[in-house]
């Protein structure tokens, strides 16, 4: 099924605002910044976006989603807050490999950082990050409660946390920004996140 045109304009705005956010960075990230690189008036923009938090929320879910269909392919399990199972070494590998992957590309870091900036002085900004995290959190909890069944769901949601936490701060230090991304590294990442997830010490 084809998508609809409005959907397709959407996608085209929301592609121009990661755009700013990537090339211009916060200062130029009013209203009409996001409007002129995408080649409409204000008010197109404003007819799905009223709000600059609606453009920011929409940009953030977007890269939730398209993050969380490529993890789900690799894991081979849908990724979601009820998920029940058993999670092997090798699953969790093998997901993990998968999300630092999903955090070493620069232009989704520096899109990010833009966005907390924002955040930074901008409630509205600031409530868009945070369900964002929410629903990253949310994702990787059912991961973790197929690893530990045996945790509360205090416990579980600490944990995620945690490795949320891990993989976040990983992304800005494994970038060039900071330039501390070795193999060694991305694999001692890796082994404390499956410490988390399964409570025992991954193999080397």
Do not use: C
Request: aromatic letters at 4%; a negative charge; charged letters at 25%.
């Amino acid at each position: 099924m084809t998508e609809s045109k409005g959907a397709l304009r959407k996608a085209a705005l929301l592609d121009a605002a990661e755009e700013v956010l990537v090339t211009k960075g916060n200062a130029n990230a009013a209203m009409r910044d996001f409007a002129a690189a995408a080649g409409v008036r204000i008010g197109h923009l404003q007819h799905y976006f009223p709000t600059r938090a609606d453009l920011i929320r929409s940009v953030l879910e977007r890269t939730l989603e398209r993050s969380l269909r490529r993890l789900e392919e690799t894991a081979g399990f849908e990724l979601g807050a009820e998920s029940s199972g058993q999670l092997s070494q090798n699953d969790s590998h093998r997901l993990l490999t998968a999300l630092l992957q999903e955090h070493s590309g620069l232009a989704d870091v520096r899109m990010h950082l833009e966005i907390w900036a924002m955040a930074a002085s901008d409630e509205s900004a600031a409530g868009a990050v945070r369900a964002f995290y929410s629903q990253y959190s949310a994702r990787v909890q059912g991961v973790v409660r197929r690893g530990r069944p045996d945790l509360t769901e205090p416990q579980t949601s600490d944990v995620a946390a945690a490795i949320v936490s891990l993989f976040e701060g990983a992304a800005v230090t494994r970038s060039d920004i900071a330039g501390l991304r070795t193999e060694q590294g991305d694999q001692t990442i890796i082994r404390t996140a499956q410490w988390l997830i399964h409570g025992q010490e991954a193999p080397l």
